[in-house]
């Protein structure tokens, strides 16, 4: 197989100590991957590791690419988000933890917090103790009259923390989004808001030194670049009922996502690699055609039916970079 990795350029970037920090972080990005895939049912390799490696790519960052060759079709791995949330229009609807469409509520304070398994209690307990102590109808308010959907994982990440099931620099490893100073300003608002609510709900302070304003937009210009927008399919005609009147809300998706490794696959407007949800929160990523050894795997982050520069003007604008990929240097 060649090498899918410039060793000169390795050799370069580990002289740094922030490249250092990256190598530290990837390796235990591949370490998080590999438990994750091997707790999941239906798992494409029981016997060995997924057939993917991060590593750098020529001209996009890190990107992800196949280690052996992978069948169309194939199930390449499975990913458990690093946080998620529902939709605020869909908070009823959908459990509060995966995102499934709620067949029976099993938790007692359903309307609020509905939870559709006795996993998903148990899963969601820790970040909920500290969640509820607090009122979050000011957020969310702001949040619904805003449009704002990012916050919400900020709120759930900072609930996370604090409770002590996450980390505050679990997503420094991925990419960030440049923010402008007018952007930072907006977000102050929602910041304080976050603030304000965890600190009404008697939060210790100790408990919330991570909680600063550089930490908030650090958080927030990751998740612009990396967060997956959930939209369930291959479910029942329930679930098809429920994302109909999902988008007359306009709120299409269930929610949104943070995944780790999924966070690595680069862009392209004729992909390799798919990327599914089958019921819940939980992402699937499927060969669309053969791929070789040593490939890179790439999805599609928006709609590819667009014509060219309808898809190049909503990449610079969402994801702030010019495709580079084969379909984009044709002029299709
Ligand atoms: C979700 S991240 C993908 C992983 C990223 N390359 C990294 O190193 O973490 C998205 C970012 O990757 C880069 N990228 C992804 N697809 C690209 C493409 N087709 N052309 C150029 N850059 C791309 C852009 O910088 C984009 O903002």
Request: hydrophobic share 40%; proline share 5%; with cysteine.
């Amino acid at each position: 197989m060649p090498p899918v990795v410039s060793y000169g350029c390795w050799a370069s970037t580990l002289k740094t100590k922030n490249s250092l920090h990256r190598r530290h972080s990837m390796i235990r990005l591949i370490s998080h991957f590999a438990a994750d895939n091997n707790n999941t049912p239906g798992r494409p390799s029981p016997t060995g590791p997924p057939p993917i490696q991060v590593s750098f790519t020529e001209s996009a960052g890190r990107g992800v690419f196949a280690t052996r060759r992978i069948g169309a079709g194939d199930l390449i791995h499975t990913a458990k988000p690093l946080v998620a949330h529902p939709s605020l229009a869909l908070l009823h609807k959908v459990c509060y933890f995966c995102l499934r469409k709620l067949p029976t509520v099993h938790s007692s304070d359903a309307l609020t917090h509905p939870l559709c398994s006795d996993q998903c209690i148990e899963q969601s307990k820790a970040f909920l103790e500290v969640e509820k102590r607090a009122d979050w109808s000011p957020y969310n308010d702001y949040c619904r009259s805003q449009g704002l959907k990012y916050p919400l994982l900020v709120k759930r990440l900072a609930c996370m923390i604090i409770s002590g099931v996450a980390s505050s620099d679990s997503l420094d490893v991925l990419q960030h989004a440049y923010l402008s100073p007018e952007m930072i300003s907006e977000m102050e608002k929602e910041f304080c808001l976050l603030r304000h609510a965890l600190l009404n709900g008697g939060i210790q302070d100790e408990l919330m030194e991570f909680l600063t304003k550089e930490w908030y937009t650090g958080v927030l210009a990751r998740i612009r670049i990396n967060a997956f927008r959930i939209e369930l399919v291959g479910g029942s005609y329930e679930d098809l009922l429920l994302l109909a009147s999902a988008s007359v809300e306009a709120e299409a998706a269930v929610g949104n996502a943070v995944y780790m490794l999924p966070s690595f696959y680069n862009h392209d407007c004729d992909p390799n690699v798919h990327i599914v949800w089958i019921g819940n929160v939980d992402a699937r990523l499927k060969a669309l055609r053969d791929i070789e050894a040593g490939e890179e795997l790439r999805i599609c982050y928006i709609d590819a039916s667009m014509d060219h520069s309808a898809r190049q003007e909503l990449l610079f604008g969402g994801f702030g970079f010019r495709c580079n990929c084969l379909r984009c240097m044709s002029g299709d």
